[in-house]
């Protein structure tokens, strides 16, 4: 079993940044796609961000140009490097490792944009 643990998360005003880290207990990135997923108050949980084993990526609509997911694979670890945020940003923020038939999230992390 993957354990996958994010952080980085807070309170941040509108306009500014934050990198959230998901640090995997071992090494998955040649297996697995990893994503960032993020969930508001009474709204449905959304992908926000995805890298491939082959380190493609892809984004929502709604953070391209402003968010950006990468990761270090000698530290088993996957960012979320996060600018220009915005109010509507504000959600928990989850990471997932995902295969065929497998799907492993971390535990989230609170994300909040407000002056």
């Known amino acids: 079993q993957v354990q996958l643990v994010e952080s980085g998360g807070g309170l941040v005003q509108p306009g500014g940044s934050l990198r959230l880290s998901c640090a995997a207990s071992r090494s998955i990135f040649s297996i697995y796609a990893m994503g960032w997923y993020r969930q508001a108050p009474g709204e449905q949980r959304e992908l926000v961000a995805a890298?491939?084993?082959?380190?493609?990526?892809n984004y929502a609509d709604s953070v391209k140009g402003r968010f950006t997911i990468f990761r270090d694979n000698a530290k088993n670890t996957v960012y979320l490097q996060m600018n220009s945020l915005k109010p509507e940003d504000t959600a928990v923020y989850y990471c997932n490792a995902h295969g065929l038939g497998y799907d492993q999230w971390g535990q989230g992390t609170q994300v909040t944009v407000s002056s």
């Open positions: 890298i491939t084993a082959g380190a493609g990526t």
